[in-house]
């Protein structure tokens, strides 16, 4: 892993994005946001699975009003996403904690100077969306879809605000396309010191999109660059939080949750390791603290797995082992497995240490 790279802080509501600051897992809802009861509703399942900022489209000025109450009845930044319409975002404003909007949209220079004073006065920082299918036309014409278009794209917007002395930006470059997405970012890393909002965009369903938004992020992620991430799924907004912390996870950036360690199992499995994790996985989606499981289907690999994970069950002829701070404890049946492994899991994650 590089060091990673010295970005500019932006603070996001209670949180910061840059800097030292922790790299933070956004994802946005999917519900109608003038439905705020439903928008909420969504919002804190995400707050439950550990989603640390959430973005939400404001497409109409009503939708715009529902921030408020929105913003009043979640705990996690809120960010709204605006297009165009510069009097939804000075609406907006009022209640979000960062606005997603790219000032080159907006219109005029008078419009976009009152959403900068706006910004100013609430102290709401913006961030530029840069996107390879809606680049300017001059930039299609001069570059194709080359990473080149996004970063001077990218660098027009910055200008615009930095010529109205706002430096509150963050700023991400995706593509759907993991090579022109990862170089863009590296491009503009080189020329600015704005936080980074990583994204691999429209990556498609569950297993195609992890895997580009993992290759995509993690080669930026292992190479220092990269502040905030958004995994862009077709499903479930829970799930592109579940799979950005084990992004970040993955590459040692974060350490929140159960992290289970298990075999692919084969012939000389002892005990049922697939069900087994994807029960323990499910139960325990919303455990913060970090909690290493070890789930392995016999003594091949079992013992060395479970005496670095904080419990570990190894599977075996009979009773299986399991194992507490690397040692073994007690031998239990199928039966049980399930029950000791929550029991032991919840043991942990209620103590204070
Ligand atoms: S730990 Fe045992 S059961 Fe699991 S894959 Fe390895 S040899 Fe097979």
Same mark, same amino acid.
């Given at each position: ?44 399942? %995400? ?42 975002? %000075? ?56 990473? /080149? ?37 590296? %491009? ?96 325990? /989606? ?68």
């Amino acid at each position: 892993m590089t060091e990673r790279r010295k970005s500019r802080k932006v603070k996001v509501g209670k949180l910061h994005i840059g800097g030292d600051a922790p790299i933070t897992v956004q994802s946005m809802t999917t519900t109608d946001t003038t439905n705020f009861k439903a928008t909420i509703e969504q919002i804190h399942s %995400l707050e439950d699975v550990g989603c640390d900022i959430v973005r939400v489209s404001a497409p109409t000025m009503e939708a715009a009003k529902a921030l408020k109450e929105i913003k009043e009845n979640i705990s996690i930044p809120l960010i709204v996403d605006i297009h165009f319409d510069y009097r939804i975002a %000075l609406e907006a404003v009022k209640y979000v904690d960062k606005l997603r909007i790219n000032p080159g949209n907006i219109g005029n220079s008078d419009k976009v100077q009152q959403v900068v004073n706006a910004c100013k006065n609430y102290q709401v920082p913006m961030r530029i969306g840069v996107n390879l299918g809606s680049l300017e036309r001059d930039l299609f014409e001069k570059y194709g879809y080359a990473p /080149e278009a996004m970063v001077e794209s990218a660098m027009r917007h910055v200008k615009i605000l930095e010529d109205l002395d706002f430096y509150n930006t963050i700023v991400s470059l995706k593509a759907s396309d993991v090579p022109r997405m990862v170089k863009a970012y590296k %491009l503009f890393a080189e020329k600015t010191d704005y936080p980074l909002h990583l994204g691999v965009t429209e990556a498609g369903s569950k297993i195609p999109g992890t895997v580009k938004s993992a290759i995509g992020m993690g080669m930026l992620l292992a190479e220092g660059i990269g502040d905030t991430i958004r995994v862009s799924l077709s499903d479930e907004p829970k799930e592109e939080v579940k799979i950005g912390k084990l992004i970040l996870r993955s590459l040692g950036l974060r350490n929140e949750g159960v992290q289970v360690t298990s075999c692919p199992t084969c012939a000389r499995t002892e005990v049922d390791v697939i069900k087994l994790v994807e029960q323990l996985e499910n139960s325990t /989606e919303m455990v913060k603290k970090p909690i290493k499981v070890a789930i392995m289907g016999c003594a091949v690999n079992g013992p060395g797995e479970s005496r670095k994970a904080d419990i570990g069950i190894v599977g075996a002829p009979g009773n299986h082992l399991l194992y507490k701070e690397g040692k073994i404890v007690k031998r239990i049946n199928d039966n049980e497995i399930y029950d000791v492994l929550m029991k032991e899991i919840n043991e942990i994650a209620s103590n204070g240490n």
